[in-house]
């Protein structure tokens, strides 16, 4: 029985920089986030750090590994590897998710409940407040008043009927990135068939879509900064707001780099039927975000 050789890579730095990149970006995000009413902060020059240095780490990293393809250094016992390693990671992306749909779960069905009443003294503690979702008055702002270190925000992000659907812009989002989905997969279908015009055209318009979505994104929370009260401080339901759509939006902004490096190297003639593993992990990514959404969308949005 013969065995394949498997394929080693000479040692790298490339993980210790990688580590590096994501203590600063950690470190950055959190003191940011830490610091928001803090005009004089210099948090921000760390996040930025984090990204520049994560971006340059990928860039180096992704193009050995591409080399390394191209001279066919990657046997099919590695490229199998590369499959699992895939899987892995969109599973442990999933859980991190579960974490904050979880909490959602446990503050709109437990929490506000409690605070409500079910379990405490409530109008001895927080008299007048109502354990509504989404929460527009905090507990602290019901007791207090003006006086409210917590103030919940003065209009909030869910359905605002049948006659404001069209000007709705999650609902745009939405059609947006179910549409990019529908573009990657006829994208790869084009790239299955060795059809490398029709791959280039689907996936340009995939990027295109992503970067639409962020767009509208970016818009949609000045809108919520700017005209609705609605901040990162506004109580529960902001943090929970801006946590959730702002870690999927990261995602998104991920998802979209990797397709766009996908576009780049399907336009310098890489791929084909049978190797193309490099465009399907970052569809799989993609879909993965999509599913995302559509739960984000029913649960933040529609069922708020």
């Not at 929460?135 to 003006?146: E, F, S």
């Not at 707001?241 to 190297?265: D, E, K, P």
Request: net charge negative.
């Amino acid at each position: 029985m013969s065995y394949q050789k498997y394929y080693v890579p000479d040692q790298s730095k490339y993980p210790i920089f990688m580590a590096f990149a994501l203590f600063l970006l950690v470190m950055g995000a959190s003191s940011t986030i830490n610091s928001l009413d803090d005009p004089e902060s210099n948090a921000v020059y760390v996040l930025y750090s984090g990204l520049a240095v994560l971006a340059t780490t990928l860039f180096l990293w992704f193009r050995t590994v591409t080399k390394e393809h191209i001279a066919g250094l990657n046997s099919e016992q590695l490229q199998k590897s590369f499959v699992f390693g895939m899987g892995w990671f969109i599973f442990s992306e999933a859980m991190f998710f579960a974490v904050f749909f979880g909490s959602l779960y446990y503050i709109r069905a437990l929490v506000l409940p409690c605070l409500g009443g079910e379990a405490t003294e409530n109008e001895l503690l927080w008299a007048g407040f109502e354990p509504t979702w989404p929460l527009m008055v905090t507990p602290d702002q019901a007791a207090n008043g003006d006086a409210a270190q917590f103030l919940g925000p003065e209009q909030n992000m869910s359905f605002p009927g049948w006659d404001k659907i069209l000007h709705w812009l999650p609902l745009w989002n939405t059609i947006i990135l179910l549409s990019s989905s529908v573009t990657v997969h006829i994208a790869h279908t084009g790239i299955k068939n060795n059809d490398r015009k029709k791959f280039n055209l689907w996936l340009g318009i995939t990027v295109f879509l992503g970067i639409i979505f962020l767009i509208l994104q970016a818009e949609e929370y000045i809108e919520a900064y700017n005209h609705m009260g609605l901040t990162l401080s506004s109580g529960i339901y902001g943090t929970t707001f801006f946590m959730l759509t702002g870690f999927h939006g990261a995602h998104v902004t991920f998802g979209t780099i990797m397709l766009f490096v996908q576009w780049v190297r399907g336009l310098k003639g890489h791929f084909n039927d049978k190797d193309q593993f490099g465009f399907e992990a970052a569809s799989w990514y993609w879909h993965f975000v999509d599913v995302v959404w559509v739960g984000l969308f029913l649960f933040v949005y529609i069922l708020a």
